[in-house]
């Protein structure tokens, strides 16, 4: 059994989302090198505005991978094929699903919900079962457009009222991570910072890694 985000040991752990757009024939061994790099807890597929047909085929290529490791395959938007198709858990956003259907569609898998900058609707995810709450962004990112800026205090103030794990996510990097690692974030969510890092996925992995590390041990 794969391990989960809502199972992490202590600490703040790396949390990976897929590119927007792949092949996954061919990101088969870029995803198996960040993994082999250092510790991920959970991989999320990301795939937006494209045939189930081609979610399916992207979650029969890789969920394998991230499985076999003990990391957690999340899929992004459909409870529904992550259900069927042996995922760890769903991600949702407000735009996705209501909260509530996607966790009667889950049951025991994990639920993962967006909530931006709204403390309000966090408290509202976790009345309906989520599993975690993700808020974001903090950073610009080149991934997602969004208006959206969340503040740091979001996750201090989290992680003084709630047990519930937090993800912070937005254009994060191993710069810019240490002010959210010691307000409370127990995972951060990256894209960038690992598959278009330099060195590669494996350098990115390692270098978000030493960034989580030093920011714990200054904090």
């Known amino acids: 059994m794969a391990s989960s985000p809502k199972a992490a ?3 703040c752990r790396l949390y990976l989302v897929t590119p927007p757009a792949l092949d996954p024939a061919a990101f088969r061994d870029r995803l198996a090198a960040a993994l082999d790099a ?3 807890a959970a991989v999320q597929l990301r795939l937006k505005d494209v045939p189930d047909a081609e979610v399916i085929r992207a979650i029969e290529l890789l969920r394998p991978v991230v499985q076999e490791r003990g990391v957690a ?12 198709h ?7 956003g407000a735009e996705d699903m209501p909260a509530e259907q996607a966790r009667a569609l889950l049951g025991d898998l994990q ?6 900058d709204s403390r309000d609707a966090a408290m509202l995810a976790g009345e309906s079962g989520a ?3 993700a808020f974001g962004a903090f950073f610009p990112s080149g991934t997602k457009d969004t208006d959206v800026r969340a503040d740091p205090d979001l996750l201090a103030w989290w992680s003084e009222v709630m047990e519930l794990p937090v993800v912070a996510i937005g254009g994060i990097t191993p710069q810019n991570c240490a002010g959210l690692v010691r307000a409370g974030a127990d995972f951060l969510a990256v894209v960038g910072a690992v598959w278009d ?4 996925p ?3 992995v390692k270098a978000m890694n030493r960034g989580i590390a030093e920011a714990s041990v200054i904090g």
Request: hydrophobic share 30%; with cysteine.
């Open 38 to 40: 250092g510790d991920v």
């Open 73 to 84: 395959f999340i899929l992004n938007d459909r409870p529904d094929l992550a259900v069927r």
């Open 131 to 133: 599993d975690y709450v």
């Open 9 to 11: 040991p202590e600490g």
């Open 202 to 204: 494996a350098g990115g």
């Open 111 to 116: 639920l993962g919900i967006s909530c931006y």
């Open 86 to 92: 042996g995922c760890d858990g769903a991600h949702v």
């Open 197 to 200: 890092h330099p060195d590669g």
